[in-house]
């Protein structure tokens, strides 16, 4: 059951991130009202073919790009530069007895880069060095999000938080790195009814894909679809 994931060929005070949602959903209704204006012709790009067995994260469950401003010594966006959906160990959408991480997406980031957690405001269900089996996720978290939906984090540098604790949008979870055999980078993936072993490994139940990720960066807004080779914004 080992899982490999691919190899990878201003210091202004932080906005708050309790105003992450709403600032970002003002940016959206913004670009929603511009985009049904007359004579509007923009339109998101289309996001990938629907997988049989997989989900969708529910569009009205909170989302967030899981970086801040300080990602990449200060850009405060990443490059989604690694494996994409269905390439390399980002397999399976519901197999039993599996990982199922189809819908995984990987982030060019720095060693160091602090991490947030994609679902936000959660309870963390296991925070350490993956057991055997799980080994090449190296130190990673796993964070309930309610209603079946959860989180995982993986290859961090160090870990912030612990088992059972309960954390919001804004709580820097870990820092990036490259644990489990990789160069430093965030691989992040979103789960729906999946199980965790005694030892803290996660199987079972279905990848679910990223829809409407919040961001504060670039203007705010959010990502209706997380495309190949997109830049992803704080």
């Known amino acids: 059951m080992a899982f490999r994931w691919p190899s990878f060929t201003r210091t202004p005070r932080p906005r708050p991130r309790s105003r992450r949602f ?3 959903v003002a940016a959206a209704l ?4 511009t ?3 007359p004579g509007a012709t923009a339109a998101p790009p289309p996001g990938p073919s629907a997988i049989a067995g997989c989900v969708d994260w529910p569009t009205s469950k909170f989302l967030q790009t899981p970086l801040t401003y300080k990602a990449n010594g200060g850009a405060g966006y990443a490059w989604q530069n690694g494996s994409h959906y269905g390439e390399g160990y980002h397999v399976n959408c519901n197999a039993t007895g599996n ?3 189809y819908y995984a997406l ?3 980031m720095r060693q160091g880069d602090e991490i947030l957690a994609p679902g936000g405001p959660g309870t963390v269900l296991y925070a350490g060095w993956a057991p055997s089996g799980w080994e090449t996720c ?3 978290i796993v964070v309930d999000h309610g209603g079946g939906y959860w989180s995982v984090v993986c290859h961090l540098s160090q870990i912030l938080v612990s088992k059972g604790q309960r954390i919001t949008d804004a709580t820097v979870i870990g820092l990036v790195g490259g644990t489990g055999g990789f160069a430093p980078h965030l691989h992040f993936s979103l789960m729906y009814n999946a199980k965790l072993t005694a ?3 996660v199987y079972g139940g279905q990848s679910a894909q990223p829809r409407r990720l919040f961001h504060i960066g670039c203007g705010g807004g959010y990502y209706e679809y997380i495309n190949k080779g997109q830049q992803v914004c704080y």
């Open 22 to 24: 709403a600032m970002a």
């Open 30 to 33: 913004t670009l929603l009202g």
């Open 35 to 37: 985009l049904s204006a």
């Open 99 to 101: 990982m199922n991480q």
């Open 106 to 108: 990987d982030l060019g």
């Open 138 to 140: 190296g130190q990673y």
């Open 199 to 201: 030892a803290g490994g």
